[in-house]
């Protein structure tokens, strides 16, 4: 499907980018001279701008097509790649990662768009699963591989390489794409962006969904794409890496995840129970981490992997989303979702860091410290299941 050819190396790229400083932690923050603190902005950075963005986006999307909007911003992403790769202060490094996050923000919601747009609604949650799960091996670069390549080689000169890839995905996305037709609402009139938000908010079913969307993946993406590495060398004493191989193994269950969910979607043709309680299981094991995963690093990592493939609910959480839209808000509609899911993940990695630092600074060690973050994680999500489980499994009127 042309789709795929268009636009999955550019999403194995923004998953590799919204996940790859975890194992590049230490040299990061020795290089730029940074704490923990300032090391969850810059992570958050990249979430902040892709998540400004998305209302942007939505509308492009509805209004433009998806190979003008990607094309665009996935120009702004290359030169903020290429700017990481030879950052010389905390400042630079966070403009980059914005910039990068500008580029990634279209490239998963127009997959998503083009799916809705072209073909049939009971397709879409497994071909969004098939979609998210290739392009999460982007998870096993920024794992591994990055960690093996930055010992040999650097980190700048790695991070360049994955620029220049990232210019070839924007430049192969921007010839491949293809524009649907325009939908347009009933009455005919087009509703501009401020509109076209304001009917989303009427939404009824989406308010119950909302609390879910901003932590559920937030959490899962901030454990893997911030905190194991560190968690692996600072409690168990890894080097980078076997820290790197933890996160890899992390990352092939979140891989495993998604295509386990989109099977799982098509067998019983319901996404609400397998959110709901995968959401529920993913916080038992982030509580069960957070009793045993200071005492071996073998169950630490067995916990690690099995949250990345239960708790990867991404995807179908999307897929329940898109049953309350009309065709004219698809692009506005999932993008205004994906804010929620990705506005969460900035706060849970800038708060996630606050709160590490500030553990740190009241004296308590580093398993101790990294109990309370998981106690945290689990709370939350159990939390937002329980709001979640009011959202109707359908759209109703």
Not at 130 to 151: K, Q, R
Not at 155 to 164: D, K, N, T
Not at 270 to 297: D, E, I, M, N, Y
């Given at each position: 499907?042309?789709?795929?050819?268009?636009?999955?190396?550019?999403?194995?790229?923004?998953?590799?980018?919204?996940?790859?400083?975890?194992?590049?932690?230490?040299?990061?923050?020795?290089?730029?001279?940074?704490?923990?603190?300032?090391?969850?902005?810059?992570?958050?950075?990249?979430?902040?701008?892709?998540?400004?963005?998305?209302?942007?986006?939505?509308?492009?999307?509805?209004?433009?097509?998806?190979?003008?909007?990607?094309?665009?911003?996935?120009?702004?992403?290359?030169?903020?790649?290429?700017?990481?790769?030879?950052?010389g202060s905390a400042l630079t490094g966070?403009?980059?990662?914005?910039?990068?996050?500008?580029?990634?923000?279209?490239?998963?919601?127009?997959?998503?768009?083009?799916?809705?747009?072209?073909?049939?609604?009971?397709?879409?949650?497994?071909?969004?699963?098939?979609?998210?799960?290739?392009?999460?091996?982007?998870?096993?670069?920024?794992?591994?591989?990055?960690?093996?390549?930055?010992?040999?080689?650097?980190?700048?000169?790695?991070?360049?390489?994955?620029?220049?890839?990232?210019g070839i995905a924007a430049l192969l996305?921007?010839?491949?794409?293809?524009?649907?037709?325009?939908?347009?609402?009933?009455?005919?009139?087009?509703?501009?962006?401020?509109?076209?938000?304001?009917?989303?908010?009427?939404?009824?079913?989406?308010?119950?969904?909302?609390?879910?969307?901003?932590?559920?993946?937030?959490?899962?993406?901030?454990?893997?794409?911030?905190?194991?590495?560190?968690?692996?060398?600072?409690?168990?004493?890894?080097?980078?890496?076997?820290?790197?191989?933890?996160?890899?193994?992390?990352?092939?269950?979140?891989?495993?995840?998604?295509?386990?969910?989109?099977?799982?979607?098509?067998?019983?043709?319901?996404?609400?129970?397998?959110?709901?309680?995968?959401?529920?299981?993913?916080?038992?094991?982030?509580?069960?981490?957070?009793?045993?995963?200071?005492?071996?690093?073998?169950?630490?990592?067995?916990?690690?992997?099995?949250?990345?493939?239960?708790?990867?609910?991404?995807?179908?959480?999307?897929?329940?989303?898109?049953?309350?839209?009309?065709?004219?808000?698809?692009?506005?509609?999932?993008?205004?979702?994906?804010?929620?899911?990705?506005?969460?993940?900035?706060?849970?990695?800038?708060?996630?860091?606050?709160?590490?630092?500030?553990?740190?600074?009241?004296?308590?060690?580093?398993?101790?410290?990294?109990?309370?973050?998981?106690?945290?994680?689990?709370?939350?999500?159990?939390?937002?299941?329980?709001?979640?489980?009011?959202?109707?499994?359908?759209?109703?009127?």
């Amino acid at each position: 499907m042309i789709i795929f050819l268009a636009l999955l190396p550019a999403y194995f790229l923004s998953i590799f980018y919204r996940s790859f400083l975890s194992v590049i932690a230490q040299p990061v923050m020795a290089d730029l001279a940074i704490g923990p603190r300032e090391f969850g902005f810059l992570g958050a950075a990249w979430f902040v701008a892709f998540a400004c963005a998305q209302f942007p986006v939505g509308w492009a999307l509805d209004r433009l097509g998806p190979r003008r909007t990607v094309a665009a911003t996935m120009a702004l992403g290359t030169a903020g790649a290429f700017l990481f790769a030879s950052a010389g202060s905390a400042l630079t490094g966070t403009l980059a990662m914005a910039l990068i996050g500008i580029g990634c923000a279209p490239i998963f919601m127009a997959a998503l768009f083009l799916f809705a747009r072209t073909t049939e609604p009971a397709r879409f949650a497994s071909l969004t699963s098939v979609f998210i799960g290739i392009g999460s091996l982007g998870n096993l670069v920024g794992a591994g591989p990055l960690a093996l390549a930055a010992e040999r080689f650097g980190w700048r000169p790695s991070m360049l390489a994955m620029a220049g890839a990232f210019g070839i995905a924007a430049l192969l996305a921007a010839l491949l794409i293809k524009d649907p037709p325009r939908a347009e609402q009933a009455s005919g009139k087009a509703e501009g962006l401020i509109e076209g938000l304001a009917s989303i908010l009427k939404i009824r079913a989406l308010r119950y969904l909302a609390l879910l969307t901003l932590t559920g993946y937030a959490i899962v993406a901030t454990a893997r794409g911030l905190w194991i590495a560190p968690f692996m060398r600072d409690v168990h004493g890894f080097d980078a890496v076997m820290a790197g191989h933890a996160a890899t193994a992390m990352a092939l269950a979140m891989v495993g995840g998604a295509f386990f969910y989109g099977a799982l979607e098509k067998r019983i043709g319901r996404v609400k129970p397998l959110a709901l309680w995968g959401t529920v299981a993913t916080s038992a094991l982030f509580s069960l981490l957070a009793l045993a995963g200071g005492s071996s690093w073998l169950a630490a990592v067995v916990l690690f992997s099995a949250i990345g493939a239960i708790g990867f609910t991404y995807a179908v959480l999307m897929a329940h989303a898109r049953i309350f839209f009309p065709a004219h808000l698809i692009g506005r509609g999932m993008t205004a979702v994906n804010f929620l899911f990705i506005a969460g993940a900035a706060l849970m990695q800038s708060g996630s860091g606050w709160l590490i630092a500030a553990q740190r600074e009241a004296g308590l060690g580093a398993a101790a410290t990294f109990a309370t973050l998981h106690w945290v994680f689990a709370a939350l999500l159990l939390v937002s299941a329980a709001v979640y489980a009011l959202t109707p499994e359908k759209a109703t009127g």
